[in-house]
C-alpha cells in the first residue's frame, strides 16, 4: 500500500500473501491519508521479491498498480534510456515508467495517458488489460482499458456521503461503518476491481479513465 499524507507518499510492501503478514495487519488499522492505493495480487510475473511488488512509487512523486499482462520485452522499446531505471523483472513496472515518460513529455498525466495507450496500440503489443490506479499526490487516476475478458477486468467507484444513501438497505455492518464515517464529517471516493459492499457502486466502462481530484469531484474521460 501507499498513501499520501499532504507532503509525501509512504509506501509498505512485501512480496507474500496478506494474511500472512502480521505488519501489514496492523498498518492497515492506522494508516491515514488523503490518498491511499493498496494492491493485493496473485503473483505471476516476475519473482516473489519486493521490487516486483505492487504500488511502486517513483521519483517520489507517481504511484501506481496494475491489473493484467502486457508483453515486456516488447513494451522496453518503447522507453527512452532515462527511464528504464527499473527495480524488477514485471511487465507492470515498465508500464508504468511508459505512462510516467509520456506524462512528462506534454507536463500532461491525462495526456501522458493517451500517449501511451496510443504507442502500446501502435506497436501491436499484446496485453490483456491496461486496467491500473495512479495518482501523483493531487489526482486519482483509474484507467479500465480490457482487451481480453472485459468483464473480468472491471472497475467501480463508489462515493461516500452522497444524495438518496438509503443505509437502512445495507448490512447492519456495512451500515455502522457509513455512520461512523459520516458522523464524522469524512468523505471519500474509493474505486476498486469488484463491489465490496451492498451499495451502489458505479462501474467504470470500459477503455474509460476515472480522474478524481483533491475535491472529490469525479470525470470520465473515454481512451480510444
Known amino acids: 500500500m501507499a498513501w499520501f499524507d499532504g507532503r509525501k507518499w509512504c509506501l509498505h510492501k512485501e512480496p507474500r500473501p496478506l494474511y500472512e503478514s502480521e505488519s501489514a495487519r ?3 488499522k492506522v494508516v491515514r491519508g488523503i ?7 496473485f503473483a505471476t510475473h516476475g519473482g516473489c521479491r519486493v521490487e516486483n511488488t505492487h504500488p511502486w512509487l517513483y521519483r517520489g512523486r507517481f504511484v501506481f498498480a496494475h491489473n493484467g499482462y502486457l508483453e515486456r520485452e516488447a513494451l522496453l522499446d518503447l522507453l527512452l534510456p532515462e527511464y528504464r531505471d527499473l527495480e524488477g523483472e514485471t511487465d507492470s513496472e515498465v508500464f508504468f515508467h511508459l505512462l510516467v515518460q509520456e ?3 506534454v507536463c500532461d498525466f ?3 495517458v493517451v500517449r501511451a495507450v496510443d504507442k ?3 506497436a501491436g503489443i499484446t496485453f490483456s488489460s491496461l486496467n491500473f490506479i495512479a495518482s501523483n499526490g493531487e489526482n486519482l487516476y483509474a484507467l479500465r482499458y480490457a482487451r481480453d475478458a472485459p ?3 472491471t472497475l467501480h467507484y463508489l462515493e461516500r456521503p452522497r444524495e438518496a444513501l438509503y443505509i437502512e438497505k445495507i448490512s447492519e455492518k456495512t451500515t ?3 455512520r461512523m464515517k459520516l458522523a464524522r464529517g469524512e468523505k471519500a471516493l474509493i474505486v476498486t476491481s469488484e463491489p465490496l459492499t451492498e451499495e451502489k457502486w458505479v462501474e467504470i466502462p470500459n477503455n474509460h479513465l476515472l480522474i478524481v481530484n483533491k475535491d472529490l469531484k469525479s470525470k470520465l474521460v473515454e481512451i480510444s
Open 26 to 28: 496492523e498498518l492497515v
Open 120 to 122: 502500446i496500440n501502435q
Open 110 to 112: 491525462v495526456e501522458g
Open 176 to 178: 455502522q461503518l457509513i
Open 151 to 153: 468483464d473480468y477486468y
Open 103 to 105: 506524462a512528462e513529455r
Open 35 to 41: 490518498i491511499v492505493v493498496s494492491h493485493v495480487r
